[in-house]
């Protein structure tokens, strides 16, 4: 052991140099309240039986709830769950009152977003210092792909972008194949998938891409100029061609003094469809936390700033 004027901080520094992830463990107090404290003591035990395990300061406020329920779910953090962690680090807080949760199938609180997820019952439970240890049998578990929260000499491991060398790991070049690790493959599925119900229902009322988004340009804003749209739409990865005419001859726009607006028909429409949209962005949401559709929203804000021409 090292020499030092605290060795209790130095055996804390060291141990510390172990990197693990970090988990929330749950369970439900006696009371019928939810209960749960982040840690990073999980390890995994045994295969067969399955079994892991965690270990619990007896000074935790959770300690009872734990001791006597019988059964506990670890949630191991995706990378994104860092305000999480912190939330569930703080003793006696009303913890759960910010997270999406049910109860699991042995009655722990299970939370909606995770990378893995681990329900158990627990088996023994051994002295261990100013600790318990919990030996949990895994009745149940579900793992997702999703990069994990890391913590290493008492911090969370900022995730470093990869290697330009690596990136190319997720194209097969010899044979010219995208894998699904490819984010700009995974960006133009996610858009081909989402939009094609919206291209189905466009078709059916005899409407373009081009017209639909001169039709939204001129709900946001309108009047417009014909050459402010023309100038505009090569944003949204469109030519307008002869499209101003065609809309207006279909009635769709009416040209006035000032520049083109919507018509009658054509706001009929874009409303129409607009609504048909935001059901269909509500039913994809359903499958999502509320804190993943905002994470998703700010990582694809930032990539259309980062990409875009203004
Ligand atoms: C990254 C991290 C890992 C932690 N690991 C553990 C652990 O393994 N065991 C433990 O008892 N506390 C651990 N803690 C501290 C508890 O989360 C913290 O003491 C919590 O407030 C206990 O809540 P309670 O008093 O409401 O039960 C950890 C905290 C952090 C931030």
Redesign the pocket.
Known sequence: MQNSSNPEIEFRNALGSFATG?TIATTMGGDGQP?G??????NSVSLDPPLVL????K?????EAFCNSGHFAIHVLAASQEAL??L??????D?FAAVDWSVGELGSPIFSHHAALFECRTRHQYEGGD?IILVGEVVSFDARDEAPLL?HGGR?VERRPRPVGEAGQSIDIEHGQFSDDFLFYLLSRAHFHTSRPTREKLAENGLSMEEYMALAMLAMEAPLSGEAIAERLPHTGHKDGNLLASMESKGLICAGSDGYDLADSGRKLFVEMLAFGKALEADLADHFTEGEIAETKRVLRRIIELTGEG
């Open positions: 970090v209960v404290v982040t840690a990073s003591s999980f965690w270990s619990l300061a000074s935790s406020l959770s300690r962690s912190n569930f680090a703080r003793s006696g807080e913890k600790h913590f969370y």
